[in-house]
């Protein structure tokens, strides 16, 4: 499909960015949820096998594509590549939706003139429901002022300058189904487990008594040698981010945080008793062989 149209430009001075592989059950909603407030919506996708650029496409979204080599690298050839001609960026995640309330609190600050970068609270959704969980996320700057830390996973904005906080919320609606979670974890463990294997880049210094990104990068890389760390870890998802008022949705969420790093840490191990990473095996069916007979 050619680009029919262009992105017809909304209110903001915001051009948002997303990347993309296979976001075919988010892309229709997360561009009905920017019409008519983003002046622009720029896609960077990894060669998707489903109709995710048919749907951007179809919206009049800048596409582009580019083989993924890491977040961090994927975010910074966006940044370097992409015509931006607003003042402000924003970075999104298909998955994600904007609150009007969130909407209006950017406008303000950017017509206010008085910030460099915004944090932004953002809200887990989980199995269909809200979670009583928020992060806050640096995800909006002037243009030309950013640059992703060049890690594999879980990469951060690093932007200088005075950093304010918007209202409303960024909704977080993770994944459509646990299978998709379930699938997503697992990829996401294996690239965690392979970067500290190979001792790879992290995204700040370690340190127990600096910055919120740095104790967070400190505990990331001693989890390990914590004794009881997975009690700790159901503990501090379930009653300290107060998971427990969701009910049973909540320990269902805390539990399975908890097994994510659990798989981390198998595949640690793992890694280290086979001396390297295990081959990587097709999930998925591929074409038929043209030399054999093929039968529907």
């Known amino acids: 499909?050619?680009?029919?149209?262009?992105?017809?430009?909304?209110?903001?001075?915001?051009?948002?960015?997303?990347?993309?592989?296979?976001?075919?059950?988010?892309?229709?909603?997360?561009?009905?949820?920017?019409?008519?407030?983003?002046?622009?919506?720029?896609?960077?996708?990894?060669?998707?096998?489903?109709?995710?650029?048919?749907?951007?496409?179809?919206?009049?979204?800048?596409?582009?594509?580019?083989?993924?080599?890491?977040?961090?690298?994927?975010?910074?050839?966006?940044?370097?590549?992409l015509p931006i001609s607003t003042p402000w960026v924003m970075k999104l995640d298909p998955d994600e939706r904007l609150t009007p309330e969130l909407k209006k609190s950017i406008d303000e600050m950017i017509k206010?003139?008085?910030?460099?970068?915004?944090?932004?609270?953002?809200?887990?959704?989980?199995?269909?429901?809200?979670?009583?969980?928020?992060?806050?996320?640096?995800?909006?700057?002037?243009?030309?002022?950013?640059?992703?830390?060049?890690?594999?996973?879980?990469?951060?904005?690093?932007?200088?300058?005075?950093?304010?906080?918007?209202?409303?919320?960024?909704?977080?609606?993770?994944?459509?189904?646990?299978?998709?979670?379930?699938?997503?974890?697992?990829?996401?463990?294996?690239?965690?487990?392979?970067?500290?294997?190979?001792?790879g880049n992290l995204a700040a210094s370690p340190k127990l008594f600096g910055t919120s990104l740095e104790r967070r990068i400190w505990i990331k890389k001693n989890f390990w040698k914590i004794p009881g760390r997975y009690i700790i870890l159901f503990l501090y998802h379930f009653i300290f981010l107060g998971a427990w008022r969701a009910g049973r949705i909540g320990w269902i969420w805390s539990h399975l945080r908890v097994e994510v790093y659990r798989l981390w840490g198998f595949k640690k191990i793992e890694m280290k008793l086979l001396n390297g990473v295990v081959k990587d095996i097709p999930a998925h069916a591929g074409n038929p062989d043209t030399r054999v007979r093929f039968y529907e």
Not at 21 to 44: F, R
Not at 122 to 138: C, E, K, Y
């Open 1 to 81: 499909m050619k680009q029919s149209n262009n992105w017809q430009h909304g209110s903001s001075q915001v051009s948002v960015i997303m990347i993309s592989l296979n976001e075919e059950h988010n892309m229709d909603a997360v561009l009905k949820n920017l019409s008519g407030w983003a002046y622009d919506v720029h896609l960077v996708d990894s060669c998707s096998q489903d109709n995710t650029i048919d749907i951007a496409l179809k919206h009049g979204v800048n596409v582009i594509q580019h083989r993924f080599n890491g977040f961090g690298d994927q975010w910074n050839f966006a940044l370097d590549n």
């Open 112 to 199: 206010n003139d008085a910030s460099d970068g915004i944090i932004i609270k953002r809200r887990l959704w989980f199995m269909g429901s809200v979670l009583p969980i928020t992060q806050s996320i640096l995800r909006l700057w002037r243009t030309g002022t950013c640059h992703f830390t060049e890690v594999k996973v879980n990469e951060h904005p690093l932007v200088e300058g005075d950093i304010h906080y918007a209202d409303g919320y960024l909704e977080h609606h993770d994944s459509p189904h646990l299978d998709h979670w379930v699938v997503k974890q697992n990829k996401y463990t294996t690239t965690e487990a392979i970067n500290q294997f190979y001792e």
